[in-house]
Every structure is written in structure tokens, then in C-alpha cells.
């Protein structure tokens, strides 16, 4: 679940916004490790690869690659932030990987040798990269004649409520416009069709897509409106300026909103829908 909608510089200067992630990363990632699963899978991804994982957060799909490569492959994250980057440096000394690096870097402007990897893999930070074209080209750039590029953006607002529901029903219990939900949000690629067809434009071939369900569970109600409003840094800010009883009772209308997800133990179950877009050098 990405749901960064500052900008790239604000986030990786942002160590609260970093900590929110990197508390909340077991029930995002028990969620979210089908879909890297599957990226690794449509990428072919396999013992002796060399991949690279731009906007990897605190480190997927590139853990996930890394078990793929073996001991004579390689692995390197790129992300802007680097309060995530240290959890992910962190996670793969637990976990005693040694192929696999992370390093400060700007999508648009990657910082690789030309054709050096077999597969390019991003997981929800396409749709933060503004013009698309720039970076699709320098994934296109980076990759080994007949290399795979592998990404994954959010479909529209109404299929992901994991995201979208907390946004929502905070403003419009303060009576405020409606959380914009195009260019530059989890939402701005949700027009899957044109995202192939960008793809394409940047020089790719056989261009595919699919959509993946993304299940995400909250012991509670109240579990998932204390997620989203750690994690809800631009919203938090936007609303700053209530009294802070109004702000309460706002997240607490996201509890009650919750309620249409959970089964009768009161178990949150939130199914959301990402696409994922594959193509070939």
C-alpha cells in the first residue's frame, strides 16, 4: 500500500512519515507480498539475474527478487527516501541476504550503467513520477535487450477502500471539498489502458496487463483508522486547522465506516484492486 502524495523531496525528508511505514509494514506486506510475488513471476525473474527495484520503500519487490537471483544474482533498490531505505537495509541483514544493495536515487534520473539488468521492477511509485514518460525511458534504458519491465499502479479510488475510505469520510465530516484523487495520488495511473499505451510509446513490446487483489486485514475497526491516520501525513496537514475534537471525531466516523468491511468478529477485510503492466525491451 504506497499512498505518498507529497512530493518525492518531501518525502524523503519527512522521518515521521518513514516511521509510520515502518511500523505498519507487517500488515501492509502480509497484503502485499502476492503482488510481489507476481512481478517477480511476469518478470521471469530467476537464479543469476541482475534486477533492479525503483521506488522500492522499505524494500519490495526487492527482497522478494533477491531469494529469486540466488547467491550469483544481484539485486539493487533505488527510492528517494532515506528513512525507508534504512528499514530495508535493516530487513535484509535479519534476513542475511547479500545480494542485494539500496541506494539513494531519483527515477527520473537513474544512475545505472545502460543495459545492465535483466528486470526493472516498481511497485507503487510509478504514479508519483509525474510525467511518466521520463522514467518509463530510463527503465527502458537500463534493461538488457529483451528485459522485462514489471510495474504496479493502483486501479481507481472506488476499488481500492484500503486507501481511498479514510480520505474520504475525514472530509466530508468536516465539510470539506473531496480528497483529490488524480495526477500525483495512489490513484493517477488508474487509467490502466493509457498507462499501457505509454509503456509502449517509451519503446516497449509486447506490452500486458492484469489486475491482482490485494486483501488487506485490520484486527479492527479502529486498527485501521490508527493506520491510515499515521500514515495520512498530507491529509493530517490539511485538516490541521480544526479544533482537535472535530479532528477526533472525524477519525472516529472512519472507525464506523470500517464497519461495512468487518465480518463478525469484528476482522477488517478489505479487498483492493492493482494493475499490473508487463513488457519487454
Given at each position: 500500500m504506497n499512498d505518498r502524495t507529497a512530493t518525492p523531496s518531501a518525502v524523503s525528508s519527512d522521518p515521521k512519515r518513514a516511521a509510520a511505514w515502518k511500523k505498519w509494514?507487517?500488515?501492509?506486506?502480509?497484503?502485499?507480498?502476492?503482488?510481489?510475488?507476481?512481478?517477480?513471476?511476469?518478470?521471469?525473474?530467476?537464479?543469476?539475474?541482475?534486477?533492479?527495484?525503483?521506488?522500492?520503500?522499505?524494500?519490495?519487490?526487492?527482497?522478494?527478487?533477491?531469494?529469486?537471483?540466488?547467491?550469483?544474482?544481484?539485486?539493487?533498490?533505488?527510492?528517494?527516501?532515506?528513512?525507508?531505505?534504512?528499514?530495508?537495509?535493516?530487513?535484509?541483514?535479519e534476513l542475511g541476504l547479500g545480494n542485494i544493495v539500496f541506494g539513494e536515487g531519483d527515477a527520473a534520473a537513474l544512475d545505472v550503467p545502460a543495459k545492465?539488468?535483466?528486470?526493472?521492477?516498481?511497485?507503487?511509485?510509478?504514479?508519483?513520477?509525474?510525467?511518466?514518460?521520463v522514467p518509463l525511458r530510463g527503465f527502458h534504458a537500463a534493461l538488457k535487450p529483451?528485459?522485462?519491465?514489471?510495474?504496479?499502479?493502483?486501479?481507481?479510488?472506488?476499488?481500492?477502500?484500503?486507501?481511498?475510505l479514510s480520505g474520504r469520510v475525514v472530509l466530508a465530516h468536516l465539510?470539506?471539498?473531496?480528497?483529490?484523487?488524480?495526477?500525483g495520488t495512489p490513484f493517477g495511473l488508474a487509467d490502466v489502458d493509457d498507462?499501457?499505451?505509454?509503456?509502449?510509446?517509451?519503446?516497449?513490446?509486447?506490452?500486458?496487463?492484469?489486475w491482482v487483489p490485494i486483501h488487506f486485514v485490520f484486527q479492527s475497526c479502529d486498527e485501521y483508522a490508527r493506520m491510515r491516520r499515521e500514515r495520512s501525513v498530507p491529509l493530517a496537514a490539511r485538516i490541521a486547522h480544526f479544533p482537535s475534537n472535530r479532528r477526533e471525531a472525524a477519525w472516529r466516523a472512519?472507525?464506523?465506516?470500517a464497519q461495512a468491511y468487518a465480518d463478525a468478529d469484528g476482522v477488517v477485510r478489505m479487498?483492493?484492486?492493482?494493475?499490473?503492466?508487463?513488457a519487454r525491451r
Open positions: 509494514f507487517p500488515v501492509i506486506q502480509r497484503a502485499a507480498q502476492v503482488l510481489s510475488d507476481r512481478m517477480v513471476e511476469l518478470a521471469a525473474v530467476g537464479p543469476g539475474d541482475r534486477v533492479l527495484d525503483v521506488a522500492t520503500g522499505l524494500g519490495e519487490p526487492a527482497v522478494t527478487a533477491a531469494r529469486k537471483v540466488g547467491p550469483g544474482g544481484h539485486v539493487e533498490g533505488v527510492d528517494l527516501s532515506a528513512g525507508m531505505l534504512d528499514f530495508a537495509r535493516e530487513r535484509v541483514r545492465s539488468f535483466d528486470s526493472v521492477l516498481c511497485r507503487w511509485g510509478l504514479m508519483f513520477m509525474g510525467d511518466v514518460a529483451g528485459g522485462r519491465l514489471v510495474a504496479a499502479v493502483w486501479g481507481p479510488a472506488d476499488n481500492a477502500p484500503a486507501l481511498s465539510d470539506m471539498p473531496p480528497p483529490d484523487e488524480g495526477a498507462l499501457m499505451a505509454r509503456v509502449e510509446a517509451a519503446g516497449f513490446s509486447d506490452v500486458r496487463g492484469e472512519v472507525a464506523r465506516a479487498e483492493n484492486g492493482a494493475f499490473c503492466v508487463s
